[in-house]
């Protein structure tokens, strides 16, 4: 976040350092010089914006949209279980219940 000159109290010098480094899955963590921040290695980022950006970033490039060309879809064989399997039998020999409960429960 860049700061206005004009809008910090007079005498005020800006510093690097300490600051709060974002990660996705490790939180929040404050460092206080180059080398300890170094030291976090990849994946952190200086504000939760940066973060999220680079996180949705990389969720939309892991997560293309699907293709939803039937054109495109593989043939169907008929080798696969029945869509719908059949009502369980009744006791009494009658029609299946669609509302009965399962045989197997």
Known sequence: MKVDPNDLPPGYVPQEFPKMKHHPKLGQKVVFDPKEEKALGKGWFDSEQEMDAA??????????APDLDPANDPPLTGDGPPMNPPFPKRDDGGDPDPDAPSVNA
């Not at 996180?55 to 293309?64: F, I, L, M, Y």
């Open 55 to 64: 996180v949705a970033g990389k969720k939309a490039a892991d997560d293309p």
